[in-house]
C-alpha cells in the first residue's frame, strides 16, 4: 500500500501561540505555560495530520525555538560559555538562541543564519577540536512517547549528523567539523536506540545538506556515518531526506547508496531527478516522492504529480513508494480556513499546509484507487489551472509593455562613486564615521494597537495620522537628542518590511493569518505576488517628507529593495522569477523617484534577501546575480549624483557574491557583522570594494546594551581594515523588536564609540 508523509508541519500554530507564549515566558519565566502551549499545539498538528490520513506523521519536527538549536542541545554541543556539562535548562537553551543579560549570566548568542534559500534562520553550532558530544536532551524521544499517548504513531525527525556537522562553523581555522563525526555518531545511536525502545519503527533523518555540491571526501564521511548508524541499529528502518533541489550526481550515488530503508527526494524543484531515481533506486529501498511544493503556496497540479506517481508504483511497486510533501510545511502557512477576506477566485488556487494534506490524500487515494476514483479531483484541479492561466487579474498589459521596453544599458548612475561621492559630502557635509540606524525604531504595543485600530476602522484616517506624525517626531528628536548624523523616521507604519509595499502595490494579495516561522519566535506574513505588479499611488513619501521637514540633518527614505520582495513573498509559478523581479524594480523605481522629488537627500533600499536568493547550486550563480543586481539598479538609477543610495544587507556572507555587490554601486551598504566580530568584512577589505560601508557595531537581537568598549573595539577591528573615510557606525540591523530604553542607551554609547575613534583618529 502506497502512504503518505509529510517531513515536517508549521509550529508557531495557526494564530501564532507559540510566539505569544514565548514572549510571555521571556517576560515573566514562568515555563509551565509555555509548555502546556507547546503541547497542545503538536497535538492538534498530529490529529489534524491523522485526520487526514497521513501514513507517516513526523514528531520532533515542532520546536520551541529552532530544530538545529534542539540537536545542539541533543548532542550536548552547547558552547563553553553557556555553562556546558550543565543540564540545558530552558534558560540556558534560550540563552543560546537570544543571548543572555541578567544576574547570573552575561553572554552573547550564538550565531544565526538562513536555512539554506529558505527565509527561516538556524543557530549555527559551534565546532572545534576539543568539542565533545553526549545525549544531554531527550526530547526526539519525549516527543515520539507524547505522541504515542496521544493514539498517534509517528516517524520521529532528526537532523542528520552529515548535515548538522556541514552547518556548523569552526571555532578554529582550518578545522573540518566532519572530523568529529565519529564522536558523534554515539550520540545519534543512542537516541536511535531509544526511539526503537519507545516503539518507533521508521525515523526520518534530514540530510539537505546532500542537495548541495560536496566533495568526495564529504561524501566518503556521510557514507561511513551511514553505515555505522544503520550497523548499530539494524531494527529501526531509516528515512533519509533530502530536499530544496536535485542532488549533484556524485551526491546522488551516494544517497541512493546508503545502507538505509528510504530516501526522500525533493520532487518540485528536483524533478529532473525523477527518471534517474526510478532506474537507480536499490530493490531494498523505498522511494519517496516529494510532490506537494512545501516552499510555494499554489496548488498543486494533481494531473503531473498524479502521473509521476502512478508511474513510480508501476516500476518500483506500491509497498516502495511513499507521497510526500516535498520538505517541511513549516514555509507554508497553517491553513486557509481562517482566510475570509481573500478573493474567492484567488483562494481557490491556494493551498496551505492543511489544504496540502489533502492533496497528499486526494494522490494516495488516486494511487491506491485508481484514477477514476479521483476523477472528480482532477477535474475540478484542472479547470482551476485553467482559470488561473486566463485570468484578467493576473495580466496587466501596461505593465508587461515597460518591462519589455526596458533598455539593459540604461541601469546606471550618472557620474562614478569617487565622483559623487565628492558631491554629496560637499552637500551633507557629514563628520568622519558618521553614525546612523538601519530604519525601524522600537514597535511598542501602542503603535501595533495604533495599525490595528486603523485596520478595524476603529480609527479614522486622520487619527491614524496624528498618532503615526507623533511617532515619528518623538523617533527624530530622539536621534537628535542622542546626536546620529543620518536620521531615519522609525518606519512605525510599517508592519513587516515586505508586507507594506505589497499591501499598496497591485499585483499582490495578503492574507489574514498567512504566518510563516522566521526564526524563534518571529514571523512573516508573506504577500502573495500573483499579477502583474505595479504601483497606482506613492507609498512611502508622506511619511518621509514630515520626517524630513521636522530636522535640518538628513532623513533617508526607507524601501524594501525588489529581490527582498520577491524574495519574502510567494511568488508566482507562471513566469520566471526574474521577470516578476522587473516588475517590483520599476515600481520601486517610481517610488525613488518620488521621494527624491519631495526633498529626501539618501534613500535606503533594504537587500537582506540578496544572497538567500542565491540558487543551491554554483552553476546558477551568475544567471541570478546578473537579474538581481540589475533589478536594483533598475530601481535607483534615475536618481541624481547629489542623491546617497544606501542599501543594507543582513546576515550576509560576501566573500562569493563581493563583486556583485560591487555592481550594485550602492553609495553606502550597511551589514550586519557584530555576531561575527567583524569577520564579514573581510571580503570587503580584500577586493577593496571601493565605496562606504557601515559594519554593524551590534547585535539587535538580544535586549543587552553592549558596552561603549565592545562597540569601539568592533570599530576598531573596522578601521584597522578600511580607510576611515570609508566607514559608517550603525546597529546591525533594524531596532523595530527592541524596547525603547535599551534602544536609547544602546545608541548613545553606539555614537560615543564613533566619537571616541574620531578623536583617537584625528578625525
Ligand atoms: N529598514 C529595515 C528595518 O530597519 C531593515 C530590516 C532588515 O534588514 N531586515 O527594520
Ligand atoms: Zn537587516
Not at 493514539?151 to 566532519?178: E, N
Request: with cysteine; glycine share 6%.
Amino acid at each position: 500500500m502506497t502512504l503518505t508523509s509529510t517531513l515536517g508541519y508549521p509550529r508557531v500554530g495557526p494564530h501564532r501561540e507559540l510566539k505569544a507564549a514565548l514572549e510571555t515566558y521571556w517576560r515573566d519565566g514562568e515555563e509551565a505555560p509555555l509548555l502546556d502551549t507547546a503541547r497542545s499545539l503538536r497535538r492538534a498538528s498530529w490529529r489534524l495530520q491523522k485526520e487526514h490520513g497521513i501514513g507517516h506523521i513526523p514528531s520532533n519536527d515542532f520546536t520551541l525555538y529552532d530544530h538545529v538549536l534542539d540537536t545542539i542541545c541533543m548532542t550536548g554541543a552547547v558552547p563553553e560559555r553557556f555553562g556546558a556539562g550543565a543540564e540545558i535548562d530552558l534558560a540556558t537553551y534560550f540563552a543560546m538562541a537570544r543571548g543572555a543579560q541578567d544576574g547570573t549570566r552575561d553572554v552573547a548568542a550564538m550565531e544565526m543564519t538562513k536555512w539554506f534559500d529558505t527565509n527561516y534562520h538556524y543557530i549555527v553550532p559551534e565546532f572545534s577540536p576539543v568539542t565533545s558530544f553526549r545525549l544531554a536532551f531527550t526530547k526526539a524521544v519525549d516527543e515520539f512517547t507524547e505522541a504515542k499517548a496521544l493514539g498517534v504513531h509517528t516517524r520521529p525527525v532528526l537532523v542528520g549528523p552529515f548535515s548538522f556537522l556541514k552547518l556548523g562553523k569552526a571555532t578554529v581555522a582550518g578545522f573540518d567539523p566532519l572530523d568529529l563525526m565519529g564522536r558523534l555518531l554515539p550520540v545519534y545511536e543512542d537516541v536511535l536506540k531509544r526511539l526503537a525502545e519507545a516503539g518507533a519503527d521508521w525515523v526520518q533523518i534530514d540530510e539537505p545538506c546532500l542537495v548541495l555540491e560536496l566533495g568526495s571526501g564529504d561524501l566518503a564521511k556521510c557514507r561511513a556515518a551511514y553505515s555505522a548508524l544503520s550497523a548499530a541499529v539494524p531494527s529501526l528502518k531509516l528515512m533519509v531526506a533530502t530536499y530544496f533541489g536535485a542532488l549533484p550526481e556524485a551526491s546522488f550515488e551516494t544517497a541512493m547508496a546508503l545502507p538505509v530503508a528510504g530516501i526522500h527526494l525533493d520532487m518540485v524543484r528536483g524533478r529532473s531527478q525523477y527518471e534517474a531515481a526510478l532506474s537507480a533506486l536499490p530493490r531494498d529501498k523505498l522511494l519517496s516522492l516529494g510532490l506537494v511544493d512545501g516552499r510555494n503556496i499554489w496548488r498543486t497540479d494533481m494531473e503531473a504529480a498524479l502521473t509521476l506517481a502512478e508511474r513510480a508504483v508501476l516500476t518500483l511497486g506500491p509497498k516502495r513508494v511513499m507521497i510526500s510533501a516535498a520538505c517541511s510545511l513549516l514555509h507554508v502557512p497553517f491553513s486557509l480556513a481562517g482566510e475570509k477576506s481573500l478573493d474567492p477566485e484567488l483562494k481557490s488556487w491556494l493551498a496551505f499546509a492543511e489544504e496540502k494534506l489533502g492533496e497528499l490524500a486526494v494522490l494516495a487515494r488516486g494511487v491506491k484507487e485508481g484514477r477514476a476514483e479521483i476523477s472528480s479531483e482532477l477535474a475540478e484541479n484542472a479547470a482551476l489551472f485553467e482559470a488561473r492561466r486566463n485570468s484578467p487579474r493576473i495580466h496587466n498589459p501596461a505593465v508587461r509593455a515597460r518591462v519589455r521596453d526596458i533598455d539593459p544599458h540604461a541601469d546606471r548612475r550618472g557620474r562614478p562613486f569617487a565622483d559623487r561621492q565628492a558631491i554629496q559630502q560637499k552637500r551633507f557635509g557629514l563628520p568622519k564615521l558618521p553614525t546612523t540606524t538601519i530604519g525601524s525604531f522600537p514597535q511598542t504595543s501602542d503603535v501595533r494597537k495604533a495599525r490595528a485600530s486603523r485596520r478595524r476602522g476603529d480609527w479614522t484616517e486622520a487619527q491614524y495620522d496624528a498618532f503615526m506624525k507623533a511617532e515619528i517626531e518623538k523617533t527624530i528628536r530622539l536621534q537628535e537628542r542622542i546626536g546620529l548624523d543620518v536620521l531615519v523616521h522609525g518606519e512605525p507604519e510599517r508592519t513587516d518590511m515586505v508586507e507594506y509595499f505589497g499591501e499598496k502595490l497591485e499585483g499582490f494579495a495578503f492574507t489574514s493569518l498567512g504566518w510563516v516561522q522566521s526564526y524563534g519566535s518571529r514571523c512573516v506574513k508573506p504577500p502573495i505576488i500573483f499579477g502583474d505588479v505595479s504601483r497606482p499611488e506613492p507609498m512611502t513619501v508622506e511619511w518621509s517628507r514630515y520626517a524630513q521637514s521636522l530636522t535640518a540633518k538628513p532623513v533617508k527614505g526607507m524601501l524594501t529593495g525588489p529581490v527582498t520582495i520577491l524574495q519574502w513573498s510567494f511568488v508566482r509559478d507562471d513566469q520566471p522569477r526574474s521577470e516578476t523581479c522587473r516588475q517590483i524594480a520599476l515600481a520601486i523605481r517610481d517610488e525613488v523617484y518620488d521621494l527624491e522629488a519631495a526633498g529626501l537627500g539618501m534613500i535606503q533600499i533594504d537587500e537582506p534577501a540578496l544572497r538567500e536568493g542565491l540558487p543551491l547550486h554554483r552553476s546558477e550563480w551568475d544567471a541570478y546575480l546578473r537579474w538581481a543586481c540589475e533589478c536594483f539598479r533598475l530601481s535607483v538609477c534615475v536618481v541624481r549624483d547629489e542623491t546617497q543610495i544606501h542599501t543594507h544587507m543582513c546576515y550576509s556572507e560576501f566573500n562569493d557574491i563581493i563583486e556583485a555587490i560591487a555592481d550594485l554601486d550602492a553609495d553606502v551598504i550597511s551589514i550586519e557583522t557584530s555576531r561575527s566580530r567583524m569577520e564579514l568584512l573581510d571580503a570587503f577589505v580584500d577586493f577593496s570594494y571601493p565605496n562606504d560601508i557601515g559594519p554593524g557595531v551590534y547585535d539587535i537581537h538580544s535586549p543587552r546594551v553592549p558596552a561603549r568598549s565592545e562597540m569601539l573595539s568592533l570599530l576598531r577591528l573596522a578601521a584597522d581594515r578600511l580607510p576611515s573615510e570609508r566607514i559608517w557606525v550603525n546597529p546591525d540591523c533594524g531596532l523595530k523588536t527592541r524596547g525603547w530604553p535599551e534602544t536609547e542607551a544602546a545608541l548613545i554609547e553606539m555614537v560615543e564609540a564613533a566619537r571616541e575613534l574620531r578623536n583617537t583618529i584625528g578625525a
